[in-house]
């Protein structure tokens, strides 16, 4: 992916614009000034070549200059645009020739400084309506994230494969918040320069303890395209009526020519999964696209799989710390190690859990808060299993079920099959078939090489098959 103009400062763009110049009228080449944002915006706009588009911008910014500085003005038209030697020019204008040269860089910096401020100010609008098309984000400081983030950044930046990566994991680990704070940073860093984004988000859990439904609608593969396509080809007028055969192709040939980045959020609730993932696979080629799921998606090709750990528990503490602070909880803030310990046995490192317990330490004490999660007694613990597990538990079947409710019984490190098999008392193959399931849901992790791999869960997931999955059994 190409790195940004940020990374051209004005010191570096002047020798570029003089070079231009220099080579008017024959011998000009775009260079590094055809990567800015002014040229490509003007290519497309005007429909001009690079070469056309720079020379335009630079006419426009000597015109711009001759309102303000009109003898620097008439030095570079006389000297670049009209081609005069230095002799003749400092002749016209009744200056010395070391004094015309003087002016003449002095016009040069000025012209940088026009086209310079043009092209931040161009930047400063675009990352405005793209972080207003992220929304606020949901999160006001991110914890045990930073090497992931540079993990992710790294596929993110490099001009190959993979194109297709998914951050994967259970409801509430944080994949969101890790694609918005990617999105953010590369946007800032200048890393891409032009982002989709498309949520399928079906529900929102609020910290209050509380589901809402999302109002964006069911996405489909038709829905998507339209979506993406209303984001990124808005200066091309799309065919009425709309139908993805005729758009997609569009899209394909502008995620070519001009590198995104594109965030597909919470892929698992997409209706028609088997359509949207070959198109997906056409768009990027040039383009990379990020995806969240609650779902693995093992079984399909290209997709580089990125699994989304727990916090840690310095991470989860520093969390709650700060969800204190944040909120002015006192008895949580004074929380000694003991407390934090106990909030990590019952939800682990789960963010959307731990902030779920930090916010009710407001108005329970945190005793009560724990039990009321293991025991799922009053609403918003309820709320929230309903929100994490009950789609994935109602997928299951009746052995992936009894499996999962084994789990509880496993020590910390996990089981390996053998004692699975024998804890759960199903054949190996039926085990077999529900452990794939269960890990392809996220519910159950698998750790160790492919001939030890051990079987094990989340503390969340622990607390909610005490009794909460009772009640919907
Ligand atoms: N590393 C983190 N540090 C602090 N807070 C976090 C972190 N990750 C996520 N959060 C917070 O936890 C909550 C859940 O995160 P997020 O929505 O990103 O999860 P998700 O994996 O996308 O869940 P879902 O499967 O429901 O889409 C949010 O309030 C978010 O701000
Ligand atoms: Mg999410």
Request: aromatic share 6%; with cysteine.
């Amino acid at each position: 992916m190409q790195i940004g103009f940020e990374e051209q400062t004005a010191e570096k763009l002047q020798p570029e614009i003089h070079r231009f110049l220099a080579g008017w009228g024959g011998g000009a080449a775009a260079g590094s000034l055809g990567k800015m944002q002014l040229v490509r915006q003007a290519a497309r706009q005007r429909d001009l070549s690079s070469l056309q588009a720079v020379a335009r911008i630079l006419v426009e910014g000597i015109d711009e200059l001759a309102s303000r500085k009109p003898e620097q003005a008439q030095i570079l038209r006389l000297r670049f645009l009209d081609g005069l030697a230095m002799h003749v020019v400092a002749n016209r204008i009744n200056r010395s020739e070391p004094a015309a040269y003087k002016l003449q860089r002095k016009a040069l910096r000025s012209l940088t400084d026009i086209i310079y401020r043009q092209e931040l100010a161009l930047k400063a609008g675009r990352n405005e309506a793209i972080f207003a098309r992220l929304g606020a984000p949901e999160y006001d400081r991110l914890f045990g994230i930073d090497e992931l983030l540079s993990n992710v950044m790294e596929l993110v930046q490099s001009p190959s494969q993979p194109w297709l990566i998914l951050l994967e994991g259970i409801g509430g680990i944080g994949k969101t918040s890790l694609a918005d704070a990617l999105v953010r940073k590369a946007v800032v860093a200048g890393v891409v320069e032009h982002v989709g984004w498309v949520t399928a988000r079906r529900q929102i859990f609020r910290l209050s303890g509380r589901i809402d439904a999302a109002k964006t609608p069911t996405l489909t593969t038709a829905a998507l395209v339209e979506n993406l396509a209303n984001q990124i080809l808005r200066d091309t007028p799309l065919p009425v009526p709309f139908t993805v055969e005729q758009v997609l192709p569009l899209l394909r040939q502008r995620l070519n020519e001009e590198p995104h980045l594109i965030v597909v959020d919470n892929l698992e609730t997409v209706v028609d999964l088997e359509t949207l993932l070959p198109a997906l696979r056409l768009l990027a080629r040039h383009s990379k696209i990020l995806l969240t799921s609650r779902r693995s998606l093992l079984a399909e090709a290209h997709l580089y799989h990125c699994q989304i750990p727990e916090l840690s528990p310095e991470s989860a503490f520093a969390l709650l710390r700060h969800e204190a602070q944040l909120r002015n909880v006192h008895a949580l803030a004074a929380a000694d190690d003991d407390a934090l310990h106990a909030i990590y046995a019952t939800v682990g490192g789960n963010p959307l859990a731990l902030r779920l317990v930090a916010g009710q330490t407001l108005v329970h004490d945190l005793p009560s808060i724990l039990v009321a999660l293991t025991n799922a007694r009053g609403e918003s613990a309820s709320q929230l299993y309903n929100f994490i597990y009950r789609n994935a538990w109602d997928s299951l079947d009746e052995i992936a079920q009894r499996t999962l409710l084994v789990m509880p019984l496993a020590p910390p490190q996990g089981l390996v099959f053998p004692l699975l098999a024998q804890t759960s008392g199903l054949a190996e193959s039926e085990l077999y078939d529900a452990l794939d399931r269960l890990v392809r849901l996220n519910l159950i992790d698998r750790r160790g090489d492919l001939e030890n791999g051990r079987y094990s869960i989340h503390p969340l997931t622990q607390s909610f098959l005490q009794e909460q999955v009772l009640r919907w059994k």
